[in-house]
């Protein structure tokens, strides 16, 4: 009787001990899987190594997006066996299963077509998306090249004179038209306007497309400066005789 009792003590102490060792393993493993759960990693030109910023990486599965920082790098909520989509303007879009979690490099490379903007194109932009585009035609429509394979920096007639290179300046030009424009925007405002002047309506429109600032003038312009040209530009607008006013073409595109 007592040797049955001793045997069903030990069983019980062995089932006690895979219990606890059950727990250990159970708490041990949580911190990994919640881990698991963020997958970060950079994104790089697949030509030059350079970091690529704004690219847009999505999970395919959940819906959820994430944005390369400036250094490529970028974090984003994933599970085993789910896929990323990587896509930004003028790249391959490429797109990813996650198998492990350790750190990625995902090499993006040119599509190999240049991208023909219009102005409505632009205006849709969001900021950051104007910015990147800004960057990549800059890049793309210079004439000089820095190559660490080469020695340094070269010129290169074939980007200048190239058709690439063509419309690389042409599209930076547009976009920093785009740019400068939503800065005035932002500050010059028919609300800004009307809280000083009695204008309104036609004459709102007038005033606003004949003594539209410069980006230049407002970037060191403070308030009261603003407030001064206003109220100045305004005196020499109230001046203008019926021709003069009825000369000034207002833009067709309006977006204020």
């Known amino acids: 009787m007592q040797r049955h009792r001793s045997i069903s003590s030990t069983k019980v102490n062995v089932v006690i001990k895979a219990l606890y060792v059950f727990l250990l393993l159970g708490i041990a493993a949580s911190p990994v899987a919640a881990q698991d759960s963020l997958l970060t990693g950079y994104v790089l030109e697949l030509d030059s190594g350079e970091p690529l910023q704004y690219v847009e990486i999505k999970n395919l599965k959940t819906g959820v997006a994430a944005e390369s920082l400036e250094d490529g790098r970028f974090s ?53 998306r104007l910015d990147a585009e800004l960057k990549r035609a800059e890049v793309e429509g210079q004439f000089t090249e820095t190559s660490q394979q080469r020695g340094g920096v070269r010129i290169s007639p074939s980007r200048w004179f190239g058709k690439t290179g063509r419309q690389a300046r042409q599209r930076h030009e547009m ?58 530009t305004y005196a020499k607008f109230k001046a203008l005789t019926p021709k003069q006013r009825a000369e000034i073409k207002i833009p067709e595109r309006e977006s204020r």
């Open 76 to 128: 984003i909520a994933a599970k085993k066996n789910e896929r990323l989509q990587f896509e930004y303007p003028g790249y391959r879009t490429d797109t990813l299963v996650v198998i492990e979690f350790t750190i990625k490099r995902v090499y993006m490379a040119p599509d190999g077509s240049a991208i023909q903007l219009d102005e409505v194109q632009i205006q849709a932009m969001t900021d950051s």
């Open 175 to 232: 976009l920093l038209a785009e740019k400068e424009r939503r800065q005035i925007d932002a500050r010059f405002t028919p609300e800004a306007i009307m809280a000083i002047t009695p204008l309104k309506g036609e004459d709102l429109e007038l005033y606003m497309t004949k003594y539209r600032p410069t980006v230049e003038f407002l970037t060191t312009a403070n308030e009261s400066d603003l407030r001064l040209y206003i109220m100045d």
